[in-house]
């Protein structure tokens, strides 16, 4: 069946439908990771976009369903150049185009994606529809392209309620923002208890748990729609518990402490973004999915000072808060889907804990 993708600038993409055949209008945003794809498809921070693949092939190695970053699909919708029809993987349950289907994602495939992200890097992220119908009209469909707006997205991926993972380690209070389920596996693997909370608890409660660390995970969407979690992260921050946030815990803290965040053009959305140590000097290698960065030339350094920078575009990626047991990056050290350089900031967070008590 054929499907289109058509753009909020008037840019119309045929190909053939994949996936479900419900229509859709999303961001589209391109991610330029190699692999992964089934932990980019239940990324909590995808709601309320559409992926474009920039690898020509994707589906090769099938899906394991053990690598799954949340219980459920997130993006709207998937745009790729080729599936692979027969997947090659010991550890291959279902192939994507089954999961797809099974998980209602709408998407198209045999489109020219790197003419596709040459655009979206020209003319920024931009909305568009995933249509299977030939008969569309541009001059109605493309008003309602440009209405869309990405929002609502973190009361969207958080959970509901209160979880405990046991552990005999350090206790951690994750504040759920949209939290990938490997900054969990991180932290149990290293003995922690997690006590996972919904995004809109008070900072009262986290507190009187006494826990050890707070860590704010990643998320999707504009940190700034995020008022009331913001004032929160004000008490969070104003206590003497050592925190450690990832993505949009990075920026709600930034926010939460007077400083200020933008959009940007077209974002950082794959599994080899170069990030510069600014204390040591050291490079990592680093996954990276955000559209919104922390602006750093107002930047109190009274109140925090730049950590880790963008080896490409000099962007910010990282904070430390001066006089505090804080710290956050924009990048994500949980490593999937990526490399595993910089998990050592899962021990750094460690030590913070034990320092502290």
Known sequence: MKAF???????????TSIGSKKEIISEIVFNTSMTGYLEILTDPSYAGQAVVMTYPLIGNYGICYKDMESLKTWPDGYIVRELSRIPSNFRSEDTIQNFLEKNDIPGICGIDTRALTKILREKGTMNGMITTNENYKLEEVLPKIKEYQCSGVVRRVTRTEKKVLPGSGYKVALLDLGAKENIVRSLNKRNCEVTIYPAYTKAEEILKSNPDGIMLSNGPGDPKECVEIIEEVKKLYASSVPIFAICLGHQL??????ADTHKMKYGHRGANHPVKDLETGRVYISPQNHGYVVDVENLDETIAKQSFINVNDGTNEGLSYVGKQIFTVQFHPEACSGPQDSNLLFERFLKMMEVSK
Do not use: H
Request: proline share 0%.
């Open 253 to 258: 803290m930034a926010l939460a402490t007077g």
């Open 5 to 15: 993708l058509i753009l909020e600038d008037g840019t119309v993409f045929s190909g």
